[in-house]
């Protein structure tokens, strides 16, 4: 079958995922490729934010320890003073600080008690912003792990014609969507599912609980045992259409769902009627209510069911308030006008047991021999009913009743909704049509219904036509997983409404019964329910970030950036401003281009240099050659000529001598 709905792609652009509101939800999706672009860019910028950081904290510890006019310090205060005024950032000052204590160590007091404190703050400013810089784009990443999809052809899809008696598409379909689901269950619908292909919906599986001792949803004394023996199956305090079906809206845009399946083993005494027909031999009628065009609801031929045949299963529905003449009528004492019903009958045939089988809808207690090593079923047939409701909440209107529908079938829970009873917008009107449009399908009918004994758990475990050990419970362990793939078939049709169809043959000219796409939504709330699917993003080609963390990390890398660049100017001003200029003129003569400047002066280079305390000074004149640094330390050139340059050569030799010692 052809699959149009592997077209689908995720949207990429922001959007705001409503699941964390709308300034953390705000989300960034990416392609894999800009993704990575801006994942680099967000590296860089908190690097270069550390580097800005640490200019900032080394003016502040420079200035807090500049020298006040008229007293000295010893060497390494003003080495440490340049290292803090030059270094290339923390981790240059860092490396450079961390010498200056063994270099000194014996020629002046407490080297390591004074040095290496501004050594550990440069090296916590290297380890922040490095840690800063590789997690930025987990700061930045966008809460859950959830994308938006889109498909070529929003909308669901519309039968053409009700007459199945064809067959075609649409019933191919939901078989085709049953199988699908029920291999989703199997898989997805356990506390300890780990196959890979779970994290597609929104919620992996849709919660429920089960209450084995309901009362029997049918007339009094028709289940088997007694009146509070039936298993009901209740999504509970129903399902939200944002957080469990992935709907992604606003509080405002949200409804509430819930689904219960109440379902027992019958008597069928009451409508079983045995007729020895010819050409068939013995044949079982079961007469719960006509299903045109037949006038009884199962038949069992006896002779066909011991010719090595094992479980077989059938199986048919009414909806509350439908009463066609096409359709099965359920008898007085199974019919409800609040609920929809499924009657199903499960027909042993030759299945044998290795041990008896105390289940009510699949006993077997007779030995085949003496040695009772295998038994048989104690009867041709057993019946299960149930009762399936449904119902909408409005989560904005008042609490209690007023906020809900009735507990009742599809369709007059449709007539209810019609007359808006409980105060939907038109977002939300459209979103109950997205639920309300698929109930028809995910019933208990369509779980069994083209599958027959396949449906079956017990059929599982079974080998040539011998069952395995059966608990007591069998026939619960039969309608959880059915009412599981219900919910399933849910969530995989809030998916493909929003992209596209699934499981959908090509048309044939010659079928009528045939389905269609439905065409474009215009009205905003329609196409808004396009670009609002929520899925778990399953692949690596897109990324999202929250657009909060990326504001954070750009709003107060840059405050720092910005406070980096111009700290020493203001603080200049702020300095003189104050009366304290010789901190900001310590500063600037300690510059790396000043100290050489100064370096030139005294070796005598000749030249005057004009700027004075600009950032770059520079020598007045054009052409002005120098020599390399190594010769500035014990050159011969002459201050002021002849005598006193040898002199300064002399001083300068006896001083490296003495530095020596």
């Not at 079961?286 to 059938?314: D, E, K, W």
Request: net charge neutral.
């Amino acid at each position: 079958m052809s699959t149009p709905a592997a077209a689908t792609w995720t949207y990429t652009g922001v959007w705001i995922n409503w699941s964390y509101g709308t300034i953390r939800g705000a989300t960034l999706t990416l392609s894999k490729r800009y993704g990575g672009f801006l994942t680099a860019f967000l590296a860089i910028y908190v690097g270069f934010t550390g580097r800005m950081f640490w200019k900032t904290l080394s003016y502040a510890l420079h200035q807090h320890n500049t020298t006040r006019p008229g007293t000295t310090r010893d060497g390494i205060h003003y080495q440490r003073q340049i290292i803090l005024r030059n270094s290339n950032g923390a981790l240059s000052a860092c490396l450079s600080l961390a010498w200056l204590p063994l270099s000194w160590r014996g020629r002046t007091n407490r080297p390591f008690i004074r040095i290496l404190p501004f050594a550990f703050l440069a090296a916590l400013n290297v380890g922040f912003f490095g840690i800063a810089s590789i997690f930025s784009s987990v700061a930045s990443s966008a809460p859950g792990n959830s994308t938006l999809i889109l498909g070529p052809r929003c909308g669901g899809y519309n039968n053409t014609s009700f007459s199945f008696s064809l067959g075609g598409n649409y019933l191919s379909k939901i078989l085709a969507d049953t199988y699908n689901a029920a291999t989703y269950v199997r898989q997805c619908y356990s506390a300890n599912a780990t196959d890979l292909g779970c994290g597609v919906y929104h919620r992996q599986s849709l919660p429920f609980t089960v209450n084995p001792n309901a009362t029997c949803p049918f007339a009094s004394g028709l289940c088997l045992f007694n009146d509070n023996s039936a298993f009901a199956i209740d999504t509970g305090c129903l399902l939200d259409s944002h957080a469990d079906l992935g709907i992604n809206a606003p509080p405002q845009h949200r409804v509430l769902f819930r689904r219960v399946t109440t379902c027992a083993p019958i008597h069928a005494a009451q409508w079983a009627t045995q007729v020895n027909e010819s050409g068939f031999g013995p044949v079982w009628y079961i007469n719960a209510g006509p299903n045109p065009p037949s006038n009884y609801t199962f038949s069992y031929v006896i002779s066909a069911g011991s010719t090595g045949f094992g479980y077989a299963l059938s199986a048919v529905n009414a909806f509350a308030g439908y009463t066609p003449n096409t359709s099965w009528v359920p008898d007085a004492l199974i019919n409800r006008t609040d609920a929809d019903i499924t009657l199903m009958m499960l027909n042993q045939n030759t299945m044998g047991y290795t041990v008896v089988s105390d289940d009510p809808w699949m006993p077997a207690h007779e030995p085949v021999d003496d040695q009772n090593s295998s038994y048989i079923g104690d009867s041709y047939l057993g019946l299960l009913a149930c009762a399936e409701q449904y119902q909408i909440c409005n989560p904005n209107a008042v609490t209690g009743p007023a906020g809900c529908t009735l507990l009742t079938g599809e369709l007059p829970l449709l007539w209810e909704l019609s007359s808006n009873t409980v105060g939907l917008n038109f977002y939300q009107e459209y979103t109950v049509i997205r639920i309300q449009e698929h109930v028809s399908w995910m019933n208990i009918f369509q779980a069994v219904s083209g599958r027959g004994a396949a449906a079956l758990n017990a059929n599982e475990h079974t080998y040539h036509l011998i069952q395995s050990a059966t608990p007591s419970t069998q026939w619960h362990i039969e309608v959880s997983p059915w009412f599981s793939l219900c919910l399933a078939k849910l969530q995989a049709h809030m998916i493909e409404w929003a992209t596209a169809p699934t499981n959908i043959e090509p048309t044939s000219q010659s079928n009528t019964n045939t389905t269609t796409i439905s065409p474009a939504l215009v009205a905003p709330y329609q196409t808004i329910m396009c670009r609002n699917q929520l899925i778990h993003s399953t692949t690596s080609s897109y990324q999202s970030f929250s657009i909060l963390g990326l504001s954070l990390i750009i709003a107060v890398g840059g405050v720092i950036i910005i406070v980096g660049l111009f700290v020493d100017v203001v603080g200049g001003w702020v300095q003189r401003a104050i009366g304290r200029e010789w901190r900001d003129t310590q500063w600037r003569l300690e510059e790396t281009l000043q100290l050489h400047r100064a370096a030139c002066e005294s070796a005598g280079i000749k030249g005057v240099w004009e700027l004075g305390l600009h950032a770059v000074p520079r020598t007045v004149g054009r052409d002005m050659n120098m020599p390399p640094s190594s010769e500035l330390w014990g050159c011969e050139l002459r201050r002021n000529g002849g005598e006193r340059g040898e002199v300064v050569r002399q001083e300068t030799v006896l001083l490296r001598n003495q530095i020596d010692e």
